[in-house]
């Protein structure tokens, strides 16, 4: 029994050790000057740590963390309870063509985004819109739709005598959707959630491109900062201490969301 | 009224959602198509050539060799992290005390950005300079690891990195997947004399299929997408070893100014999930048929 | 192909009247940015309302510049790295004419006239870069009993014999451009101007197939043997780090490196030397910084970009960018005081290059996107592969000089 959790340990160990190394190298370097890492120091100790790199990355990213919490936050909220919704409506009230549009769906999750700049851009014109924060997250909000597939197939676990007792008790579609359907549906809008923070926080291509230079995003600036072609040096310091200042709200979220795993999904309720 | 309203609620509340989906997903595809097949280079145009562009496309080694990396990239990408996530959702699951610690290690890495991975494991992998120094400096003087620079290996650290980031999140899917089993199922199962690896394989992973789709909606889309990480860890090099094929879209289109070859590349990526989407779709409905 | 957009840009003029000139570069650190800073200075001194996009990364840059046209904003002024005729054919420029007339006397023929769309001056000339140098660390060639190559043979004997010392010959970085410098060096070394403009410029299929360009396909090849494991994903300054610390004797790259030595306190002609590649004798092989106006907006933009243009190639103003940014005045007739030894041998040769028309401008900046991109494509593929030979590589390079768009 000992030696099994001894050996259980050792292995989370192993691996432990492969999923953290990256980080603390990140972190070891991050301190170091431009100097000593062009001399070759990747691995090892900072000889003489300074907070220099640290102050750079700051001042480069400093101004764009509001934007981008300003710009994850509303998406991140308003794409999974639309796709909450939309997943439920696909899953359980059966109607003509629910097959189709969960292929259609299926399909629209793996198509690259970027194909679409070209398009967006001459839509924005003919629209006449302007760059905007709001653009930008609507067009993460209409891109984020296919995230209703992964209600749909959480929702499909769900007992349907549960729902039809509801309604025999009188529930409406509302009131159904929103004090039964929801408060069950937990773990998935955990990795619904962790999902799309991530991804929205760590997107800068469409948000270099509908924002302006004020409400550019985390990610816009901590590429400036990765991005210099043959005649500019590359600080890679700078860079790392920005990358880890850039994520450290993802890994908040995770830290917070990561609790709830062990809530687990309370689906005593229902069987019981 | 009421019922009027009720009858048609599915349609009515998917409506604006489906509505905007055809129009941004796949209005725009068709629009891609158009331009597929023009002779546009740096901005659009509607100079009609036809299949030109697509001639231009299997007539190129780089794209062919792009595909070729993308099937071995795909399939590796899948496995690895399904196996990795699975075995440390079953080992997390045992109730220890490091649990939060552990998870958080698992899981962090998925919270940044694909650029920072890819720079990162470039550091790590690098030849000369990264782990490889160290464990020369540890004594094993003649260890080599160049992948970085191996025409044929390059490929494989863009897997080292992409699994390493998102194993955790796996991991994590299974592990909420674990956890929501019904207790009373479980203490049943364990009364009944289930221990250990019976009650697992028994009771619990079979549970798993939901958390199995999910990963799956994870993965296979991220394997198709692919392209900061490429971009950051390897460029697509040496030469065009670990290219893939979002990365060679995104050149043609944006830095080539070959718009009509980068449009035609991402039809044919659009054909590819179709080719298999469309049988799935067949064999669902075929399944359903039968069953109903 | 422009027709729509020509439609799209004609509604906007009458938004634009009060606004600055907006300025869409990618200078965002380093020297970059203080050279962004005199730019800014010199604008404001003219009088010339002036307002910036930054955008890091010339890729990204560009792309925005796209964009930015196709969703009807398009800046006033945009950093170039492509032939002007890239963008002349896309999109309305501006037509700088008035201002430019006596730059043709002060600026070498090839960057004159590839300021220019049909006729019309369209850009203005910032910074020249040196792209053919060759630095070595002097104490370690003397070390082992070595002159800086001025020859491929003698570059190729020296690299055994460093190699043999256990020296690395030459110092590369992991980037495609840091590969198709050295094929262009190879070509112009062994070819000459002449070769490299009918061949690769003109795409010559003759010449482009023939025994020649085979010889330097391989000859290109052999420079491999000479360079480190290590040179997946280095970034260039790294690669100079080796030379400036005796691990590597010698880089292939443009003069931007001499900033790196100056900062590690070598000194020129003793610790290290900025030769020009084997074979290139005083050859300038160059790419120039250079910023496109696009039409403007309004009568008062107009006017305002003219004044920018001249403002921008007054004599102490240009030379001033070229120090700040580490290359070399655009004007043959520029004071080089302030100058390092290296920058100065530069100027002569670009002076005298000029002159005998032997100047030649890099690639990327006078190939369409495509063809250039098609160029990289084979080296990068020539030179990480071991199994592709020279012939298949000159196949690959035909079919590339036919890639148009």
Redesign the interface.
Known sequence: MMLRRAG??A??AL??A??????L??LL?SFKSVAEL???G??GWPQAPDLQAWREAWAALGGSFKNSLLLALPVVALSSL?AA??GF??CK???RG??A??????????????????????S??KLGL??SLGVLIAIHV??S?PL???FR??Y??FPDELLRAARVDGAG?WALFTRIVLPLSK??F??VV??QF?TI??E??FG??FT??DSRPV?AA???????????????NV??AA?LL??LP??A???LA??H?????V??AV?? | MKSYLERWLPQLLLAPSLIVCLLFFYGFMLWTGWISLTRSGMLPSSDFVGLLQYQRLFADERWLGSLGNLARFATLFVIIPLVLGLLLAILLDQKLRAEGALRLIYLHPMALSLIVTGTVWRWLLDPQLGLALGVRELGWTSFRFDWLGDDDLALYTLVIAAVWQISGFVMAVFLAGLRGVDEAIVQAARLDGAEGFTLYRRILLPTLGPSLFSALLVLLPAAIKSFDLVVALTDGGPGHASELPALYMFQMAFERSRLGLGAASAMVLLMMVLSVALPYLYARQRRQRRAG | MSRLLMALFGVLPLLAAAQPLDFLHWWTSGSEAQTLAELRQTARAAGVPWQESPVAGAVNANTLLKTRFLSGHPPALAQLDKAVAVWGEAVPLADLSEVAQGWRQVLPTVIAAELQYQGRTVAVPINVHRLNTLWSNLALLQRHGLEVPRTWEAFFAAGDRLKAAGVIPLAIGGSVGQKFSVFADVVLGQGGPQFFRRALVQGDAALLAGPEMLQMLRDFKRVKAYTDAGQAGRDWSVATALVIQGRAAMQLTGDWANGEFLKAGRVAGRDYDCTTAPGHGALHYFEFDRILFFKPASAQQADEQKRLAAALMQPADSTRFARIKGGIPVRVDADLAGFNACARRSHQDFKAGSANGSLTLALGAQLPEATHGAYRDVISAFWASDRMTAEQAQQRLLKASRVID
């Open positions: 259980i340990y292995l989370l691996f432990a492969y999923f953290a190394l990256p980080l190298f990140m370097n062009q001399r070759g990747f691995l639309l919704l939309n409506v696909l009230l059966r109607f629910s097959e549009v969960f292929v259609l769906l299926l399909v629209a999750l793996f198509l690259p985004i970027k194909v679409y700049l070209l398009p967006l851009a001459i924005l014109a302007a760059k209409i891109y739709l209703a597939l992964f197939n959480h499909l676990g579609f773990p998935v955990v990795v962790i999902l991530t926080w760590n800068y291509l270099l491109v302006d230079r990610t901590l590429a400036q900062l990765g991005a210099s072609g043959e005649g500019g040096v590359r600080q890679y860079e790392m990358a850039a994520a993802t890994l979220v995770y830290l990561g609790r795993f062990t809530r687990g999904l689906a005593g069987k019981g």
